[in-house]
């Protein structure tokens, strides 16, 4: 029963739109899958949510809405679902421990900016306290977000990021317009065509996901 948190110190990196996309995956794969929106500021999980259920989209995966108790609602859930993935907020604090405490694996999307590598320290502190406690646990991944599709246009900060020592999964989100298209209408890349190229990414990151050690 993995719990994959998906966090960042910095707002606007794609934590939601992968998070989304990413439960979507697990649940199409025949887990019984849960989406928690830990984000009582933004609460974009949520609003996903209300907007799908608004229109008539029936999704896959379930969303519910925790500001607090989040490592209870974790072991309550864990009897459940198969797989729990955290939506967290664009902030971390000493409130936010808990949620990296709760997580089997943590993904960190970033974009390729040099601001993004700044603000991503906060959040890389919290988890490698947290690892000395459980000694590695819990497992940590990069996911690059927005990318440009020429990989050469990434290379000096894919070599800031290297300097972290923390894997970065070979799958990557290209900036599509697909991703904030179905986000607003309540739904994922799931339903879009099998050769759309958002959906073969969140695919490819899914199988990476789960095969990673």
């Given amino acids: 029963m993995p719990v994959y948190a998906f966090v960042n110190s910095r707002g606007g990196v794609g934590k939601t739109t992968s998070s989304i996309n990413i ?22 999980a949520s609003r996903w949510k209300r907007e ?11 969303v519910i809405k925790v500001e607090s108790g989040i490592t209870r609602v974790v072991n309550d859930l864990k009897q459940v679902y ?4 955290i939506d967290g907020p ?5 409130s936010n421990t808990a949620l990296i405490a709760s997580a089997d694996v943590v993904v960190l999307p970033i974009q390729p900016s040099q601001t993004d590598l700044w603000a991503v320290k906060t959040a890389l502190g919290w988890i490698e ?5 459980t000694g590695g ?20 900060e894919l070599e800031g990021l290297k300097e972290f020592g923390v894997p970065i999964l070979k799958a990557r989100m290209v900036n599509r317009i697909n991703y904030s298209r179905t986000l607003k209408e309540g ?21 990476e996901l789960t095969w990673a050690p």
């Fill in 52 to 62: 799908a259920d608004d229109i008539g989209n029936e999704n896959e995966v379930p």
């Fill in 187 to 207: 739904t994922t890349v799931f339903s879009l065509p099998a050769n759309d190229k958002a959906r073969q990414e969140i695919k490819a990151i899914y199988e």
């Fill in 137 to 156: 646990t819990p497992l940590a991944y990069f996911l690059l977000n927005r990318c440009h599709p020429d990989e050469r246009v990434n290379t000096a």
């Fill in 90 to 94: 664009a902030y971390l604090d000493n």
């Fill in 23 to 44: 439960a979507t995956a697990f649940a199409r794969e025949g887990n019984r899958t849960v989406l928690i929106d830990h984000d009582p500021r933004q609460g974009t």
């Fill in 82 to 85: 198969d797989v729990i993935v």
């Fill in 129 to 133: 306290e947290r690892q000395i406690i």
